[in-house]
DNA sequence: CGGAACCAGTTTTTT
DNA sequence: ACTGGTTCCG
């Protein structure tokens, strides 16, 4: 229990004044409502805030920590404050800043989960078996750990591949199973070995002195249930807990929580279970659920008014998540205007769904619409599955009509970025081997299975680290030719980095460029043709800058494991595309929310595989979907839509009877209803769309009536030759047919035709397109992208 | 060893 | 349709 003092955090309280707090309390009290003052002056005992959509849940969370600490009731290092990701942890501590006037003097304990789980178990880690310094595996090296156990156990890993292995440990530590309390039935799993590979990862892992993500909590909450006065010791220093998102917490992030709160009982959690998005990674909605239960005597503050969207809009999402049982039950409120109803509209496929919204874009940039004008980074496109994405990006890209992808992957994720980052791994930590097995032979180096066998053989006889067992190998000559040339080249390199990383020759981020030269890393992109070459180089060039904000190779290695951030050029006037899930906390006075056919959305696979549950979640996020629009909200769907390359027709989602009739106008293509969509071979009751299919007469309601009314009285959207259309004679390209060049996303190719402004290309990989010049290069400028 | 042919899987994603 | 991974052959 040696590290187990008083350390640097718990000491640096600074109590304010109380005559301070007081005049700065005054303010941030006055702004909140009702309701939201409640939830922040009921600072003793279990407190629940069920805050719906935009109802000022951050800023509600936010005054009540100013509040704790403004009053003196809290010291900065008394207050435990946990969020699901580094991007929410870091605007609460932001706003508590502004709200207090001042920086946070030390808010210790504000993080993550995983942040503050690694900081507790750092102090703790002989505990569990670790060093406390620890290494963070990321989902690749815990894949690749998976499949050398998998083979080891003579397990056919084309039957059980390591990915469903690695889902099952992944549900296992969500649900804080240790191996031995994985129930017998799990446990069967993956060929009735699931359990005992369970147990040999974990083994595998203490050796390797490393953790994955799950182990953070799991880890944490096994000291806390094993070690009665360390919990003890915590509940007594964090005197007051605060948790974000807490529809999204898992099982082991519950059991941590309880762990904590046990004593005092001063837990407040702020949640949404209409916002619970998150089951198939483990949240338990019923977490929220049984929160009165968990906690007897807390107190429920509801927060219900709405200060992000119109009526008309707020109605259309109640109308939806009304279909859920078992909910806890809000009624969001708004004194906001009436604003546009909510739209609605068909289309024949993806690709007219992408031109529409396109030009719907185009429309309310010019100020159309009797709508104010908006700027591109007022709207956004969110749709359920990414691969609906990619119909977006290339009209958008046609038009010439800037957008922007969030999400997808992250740039620490990047292959580029992990290959680098092994590289520095070694060199900081010779002995770390899953990174020297990422990069031996990456570049080729001609060490293919055979001479990485061999390495690994050695390795293992004399109980030395891979990199060792490579200078063995190569000291008995082992290996011949190619292999063995590059492979002394490699060792005496990582010789020759980690004595200069040590000796301060250089600056770690020259050592780190030095690194990618000398290994042939960068070479080997600058090399390589295909078109996400360029990007890659920059991205590594990225990657060395983010190491100057750092003292050193190994501080920023630390740093990286767990802040996956990218928050990429934001501010820049562009259309936002994302999946409905990385909507969730954003607002947008637009939103398109595309691709809302049965099938696609709810997505049929979580209906098949949750059933009734499944349903509920994916109408949740369809709630989540509407409430991110302020202003304008359009819902489409398509009659027929690509799936893995086959068509298929699709029926409008159900969500899509959902909508309260008075508060949608339907727009209707000319001839899709009567002609194309009605083709298509619908034949469903009860929803208002298709009842227009098969005529007016079958739905009388006076709800529909107003509807078709509204849809008939006019056009939607902009005329067909839109701005895009327009030629700007001045603005002729400089490029001739026949020329060789590179395009962002659709590689190289050559013009094949022009026609003012835009080009037809044949791309080498994506075929024939028509593209606007300014996003095209000759291609012999698109490889020299320096390092 | 490296490129070409072949085959399976394909929702959502943070840490 | 597309991707990533594996296998098969020069």
């Known amino acids: 229990m040696s590290s187990f003092d008083e350390n640097e955090a718990f000491e640096a309280a600074v109590p304010l004044s109380q005559q301070a707090a007081a005049a700065r309390g005054q303010r941030y009290l006055d702004d909140l409502n009702p309701a939201q003052r409640e939830a922040v002056e009921a600072v003793q005992g279990p407190v629940l805030m069920l805050a719906g959509a935009g109802t000022g849940k951050t800023k509600a969370l936010t005054a009540r920590i100013a509040h704790l600490l403004s009053t003196g009731v809290a010291r900065p290092n008394e207050i435990l404050a946990v ?27 504000l993080g993550t989960f995983h942040a503050i789980c690694v900081k507790l178990l750092r102090r703790h880690a002989e505990l569990v078996g670790l060093k406390s310094n620890f290494t963070i595996l990321d989902t690749d090296d815990q894949v690749r750990l998976l499949k050398q156990l998998i083979v080891a156990a003579n397990i056919d890993e084309k039957r059980w591949p390591p990915r469903l292995l ?42 390797l002195n490393a953790v994955d993500f799950g182990d953070l909590l799991l880890h944490v909450v096994t000291i806390f249930q094993t070690h009665e006065d360390i919990l003890a010791q915590y509940q007594r220093w964090f005197r007051y ?20 709160a046990g004593g ?29 239960k968990d906690f007897p005597g807390a107190k429920v503050v509801r927060l219900e008014q709405n200060y992000r969207s119109t009526p008309h809009i707020l109605a259309a999402a109640s109308g939806v998540i009304d279909a859920n049982k078992g909910r806890l039950g809000k009624a969001l409120w708004t004194e906001a205007d009436e604003g546009e109803k909510v739209r609605l509209i068909g289309h024949w496929d993806g690709e007219e769904e992408a031109r529409w919204i396109g030009e719907e874009v185009e429309a309310m940039q010019g100020g159309s619409r009797g709508m104010r004008r908006l700027g591109l980074e007022e709207m956004a496109i969110l749709v359920r599955a990414s691969h609906q994405m990619r119909a977006f990006e290339d009209r958008f890209l046609t038009i010439g009509l800037p957008y922007r992808v969030i999400g997808g992957p992250r740039f620490y994720e990047r292959m580029e970025i992990r290959d680098a980052m092994a590289y520095f791994r070694v060199a900081t930590s010779p002995d770390d081997d899953l990174a020297f097995e990422r990069i031996v032979n990456t570049p080729k180096r001609g060490l293919g299975d055979k001479a990485q066998q061999k390495i690994q053989a050695m390795a293992r006889d004399n109980g030395v680290s891979l990199l060792e067992g490579a200078r063995l190998l190569l000291d008995a000559k082992g290996l011949t030719g190619k292999g063995a040339t590059e492979l002394a080249r490699l060792v005496q390199g990582f010789d020759r980095w ?15 460029e030095i690194i990618l030269e000398e290994s042939g890393y960068t070479d080997m992109w600058q090399n390589d043709k295909t078109p996400e070459a360029p990007g890659r180089l920059e991205n590594l060039k990225e990657l060395v800058k983010a190491l100057e904000g750092f003292e050193n190779l190994q501080g920023f290695l630390e740093h990286v494991s767990l802040i996956m951030d990218n928050e990429s050029d934001a501010g820049d006037e562009k259309v936002s595309i994302m999946t409905l899930h990385a909507a969730k906390g954003l607002e947008f006075p637009a939103v398109f929310l595309p691709g809302w056919e049965d099938g696609l959305f709810p997505s049929q696979r979580s209906m098949d595989e949750s059933g009734q549950k499944g349903l509920e979640e994916e109408r949740r996020l369809a709630y989540v979907g509407i409430t991110r ?32 009739p008075e508060h949608v106008e339907v727009l209707t293509p000319p001839g899709l209803y009567g002609g194309a969509y009605g083709a298509a071979g619908m034949a469903r009751k009860s929803s208002a769309l298709e009842e227009a299919a098969a005529g007016a007469n079958v739905y009388n309601s006076p709800g529909w009536r107003r509807l078709q009314s509204r849809s008939q009285a006019r056009p939607i959207s902009q005329p067909r030759e839109s701005r895009t259309q327009i030629i700007d004679l001045e603005a002729v ?49 698109a490889g020299d992208i320096p390092f």
């Open 264 to 292: 005092h009982k001063n837990i407040c959690c702020v949640g949404d279970d209409d916002q619970s998005i998150y089951g198939w990674r483990g949240a338990e909605v019923g977490n929220i659920l049984r929160f009165e």
């Open 498 to 512: 980690t004595r200069d990383l040590q000796s301060d020759k250089n600056s770690h981020v020259a050592m780190a």
């Open 733 to 781: 390209s400089s490029f001739a047919e026949g020329d060789r060049v590179f395009h962002q996303k659709f590689g190289y190719g050559a013009v094949i035709g022009i026609e003012g402004e835009k080009l037809d290309i044949r791309f080498d990989k994506a075929g024939v397109k028509k593209v606007v010049a300014r996003f095209i290069v000759a291609a012999e400028k």
């Open 241 to 260: 807990i605060l948790v974000d998102e807490y529809q999204d917490t898992n099982v082991a992030q519950y059991l941590w929580l309880r762990l904590l």
């Open 629 to 660: 629009a302020e202003e304008l909200c359009t819902i489409s769907f398509t009659a027929n839509r690509m799936v893995y390359g086959q068509w298929q027709s699709a029926m409008p989602s159900r969500f899509i009877d959902e909508l309260p």
């Open 83 to 109: 969020t699901f990701t580094n991007k929410a942890a870091r605007e609460m501590k932001n706003r508590v800043a502004r709200l207090m006037g001042q920086p946070v003097e030390g808010m210790p304990w």
């Open 166 to 207: 690695a889902s099952h440990i992944d549900n296992w530590k969500n649900r804080a199973w240790t191996p031995g309390k994985v129930p017998a039935a799990e446990g069967a799993a993956f060929n009735h070995q699931g359990t005992e590979l369970y147990a040999a990862y974990q083994d595998r892992l203490k050796a």
